[in-house]
Each structure stands twice: as C-alpha cells, then as structure tokens.
C-alpha cells in the first residue's frame, strides 16, 4: 500500500494536540488523533518519562509498546510544577488546539495550569481531561488505572466461567475503550467550537466509557432486578456460542446470533433435527441448551483440522472464525487486504511492524510517519518554535525545567 506520510495531507492537519498524559488512555487518543494528521507535542517530566516507555516487552533495551503508543509524536521535556516549566507548558498551550491531561484531579490548578489560566491564555483551547473516576465527586483524587474501571464497571463481574472467579483481561481494555472515547468528545468539543469561537473541558472518568459498552446491565436491574451471570464463552442470548478445539490442536470461535446462522451450523454439523425443536427458534431458548448444541457443534468440529472447519463453514455460509494470535494475525490475507498491519522503518530497531490507524477514509490517509521517538528528543526544536531562544532553553535546562 503506497500512502503519503507528509502530515500536511491529513484529515487533521492542522490540528494542533498537547498530549501531557501517561498510562495509557490519555496518550491513545492522542495517537488516534497523530494518525490522522494532527500534530501532536508529547511533554513529559525530565527526570520521569511516560512509564509507557518501559511497559511490556523489549528488544535490546529499546520499548516496544512505546514505539507504538508514541508514534507520530514530538517528544518535549517540562517539568510542570516548576516555574520554567510552566512557562513553556502554557507558551505550548497558548498555540494549540487541545491539551490531553490525566493527571490527579486538582494537580493542574495547584501548578497554576488549570482551566482558568489555560483558557485565559487561549480560549479556543480544548482541555480533555482523562481520569479514573473524572473530575467531581468522592472518588475523584482516587488513582485510577484501567484495572480497577474494568472491576467497577461490572466488566470483571460478567466475564469469566460461571464457577470461576471475576476475570480481569490481560490488557488495557478500559484504557482503550476511553482512549476512543476522548478522541471522539475532543472532536465533539473541536465541531462545537466552530459554532461558539470557544474551547471547552473534557471529563472522561475511565469508568465510564466501558460501563457504556456492557450492553443494558443498569437497566435490566432497574426493571428486573437480575444481573448477568458469568457464563465464560456462551452467551445467555444465543447458542451455540462457544470456542471449540479442532484436531490439529487450534480453536475457533462460532456464533449464532442469527436464526439462520444457528439452523445453518446445526446442519452442517449432521443434527438438522435440532431445528425442529420448540426450543431452537428462539436464541434465548437455545441457549438453555447449551450442553447439547455444544455437543453436537463441538464434536463434529474436534474431528476435523482448523483449515477444514473454517472452509466448511464459509461454503455452508455460517459464522465462524479461528482463534488467533500475533503470529496468524500478520499473516492473514484479510488483514493485508486492509492494510491493518504497517511496517515502518524505526530508528533504533529497523523494519517494524505495528498495527495501524482504526479506519480508513476515501480522501485522506490516517498513517503512521514514525515511531516513538527519544525522551526529549524535539524540546530544542519545539521550545524554538514556540519562541524560545537557545540562552533561555540553556537556562531552563539548568533550572531542571526542561
């Protein structure tokens, strides 16, 4: 696939993006917003980058995550809390279009850098502020992680097998799905913008865009009084709906949530008679037969290799799918058609491949131009940009500031 990296021809170009977040919600949507143009200045501490650039894997001491989550950023230092650094943080701000935050609520406006003397500097400016549990209430100085989002958004409670424990997932979930979140209500804030002349604040609680995502839970108590039950791979709406092992030792994944898929897979699998059930025409009633779907889908599909179950299933037109990991996902012809995956050449580390933006656009490429940069690696050139002369970036050094 041949796209122009040039940020100029960007949906977003133009769109200027101050992403002083960490961990990882906060710098997701701003790597959202990079891939589509916009520039994005990342600042972190001098002496604390993001701890981002030491989560998770690494090859010769160089972060992989990072390479990743810091792509298409300027890399600047500023130690906020001291005079110095405030200064360049608001010289930052009073240039932008949208400032990314997640620090502690109340830590913005004890350095002096909260809303009134942001937007005083600049009152077209967008602060999105990205904590666990927002800005008001009794748990807004709380740390807030994805973690604990994941457990009280009733996430952890409903995922997991029925006699097992809650179930966390094994990655930033709720850190992702408020990543999105904050991209969408900046561009909200940015559309509102073009009608009022005015910036605005942004509040997502961690919390709650995940809590979004789990289906009618807070409206099924309120009518019925019942929660959702932990049921591991099968759904309380539909069957079968299971991950299923076939011979040659991988999985795959089949749902029903069509009458017509279900009716296809049973007949598929030689239990045709199952369709003249009272009991299968309902995806609620099929699924309090489980066990015998299970049975009849899994048994057939234990008999048979990976590549087979999957191209009996497309010429009978049903819904299945394998299991993947990292190594059948680069592989995979759909995912090239797409272009999902995008292999940049990185400084430290050569040829690297990552996934790439969300979507695509007829008119405009999202890309990746490059990786995460260097802790600090565009102050000098940024702090000029911003007016800064080589004496006084020299000074701010010496503060600490920078």
């Known amino acids: 696939m041949t796209v122009s990296r040039d940020p100029a021809d960007g949906a977003l170009a133009g769109l200027r993006v101050v992403d002083a977040s960490t961990l990882f919600a906060g710098p997701m949507a701003a790597m959202h917003l990079g891939d589509l143009g ?179 839970q807070i409206t099924r108590w309120d009518q019925l009084r019942t929660v959702q039950p932990r049921t591991g791979n099968r759904s309380s709406n539909n069957a079968p709906r299971n991950t299923y092992r076939t011979s040659d030792g991988h999985w795959v994944a089949v749902s029903t949530s069509a009458q017509s898929i279900a009716e296809r897979v049973v007949r598929l699998v030689g239990r045709a008679d199952l369709v003249d059930e009272p009991w299968f025409a309902r995806g609620v009633d099929r699924a309090r037969h489980a066990d015998e779907l299970d049975e009849a889908v899994g048994g057939w599909i234990a008999q048979r290799t990976r590549d087979e179950v999957v191209r009996a299933f497309e010429e009978a037109q049903a819904a299945v799918a394998p299991v993947y990991d990292a190594r059948d996902i680069v592989e995979d012809l759909q995912f090239r058609a797409l272009g999902t995956i995008h292999e940049i050449d990185d400084p430290d580390l050569g040829p690297m491949l990552m996934q790439g933006p969300l979507f695509r656009l007829s008119d405009h490429d999202a890309v990746i131009r490059h990786t995460g940069r260097a802790h600090g690696a565009d102050t000098d050139q940024v702090l000029a940009e911003l007016g800064f002369s080589p004496e006084r970036v020299a000074q701010l050094r010496e503060e600490g500031a920078v």
């Open 38 to 216: 916009a520039s994005v200045t990342k600042v972190e501490h001098p002496d604390r980058p993001d701890p981002s650039r030491t989560h998770g894997a690494a090859k010769d001491g160089v972060n992989l995550w990072w390479k990743t989550l810091g792509r298409n950023k300027r890399t600047v230092t500023a130690n906020l809390g001291s005079p110095g650094g405030r200064e360049v943080f608001l010289a930052l701000a009073e240039q932008a279009d949208v400032v990314i935050e997640n620090f502690r609520p109340g830590t913005l406006e004890r350095w002096g850098l909260g809303w009134e003397e942001l937007s005083e500097r600049n009152p077209r400016l967008v602060l999105a502020r990205v904590s666990g549990f927002g800005q008001v209430g009794p748990y807004r100085t709380r740390p807030g992680f994805g973690t604990l989002a994941e457990a009280m958004s009733g996430f952890a409670a409903m995922t997991g097998e029925p006699d097992g424990p809650p179930t966390l997932p094994p990655f930033g979930l709720a850190d992702g799905v408020a990543s999105l979140a904050t991209a969408f209500a900046i561009m909200t804030a940015l559309s509102a913008r073009e009608r009022t002349g005015r910036g605005q604040v942004v509040d997502t609680a961690i919390v709650e865009p995940i809590l979004a995502m789990l289906g009618p």
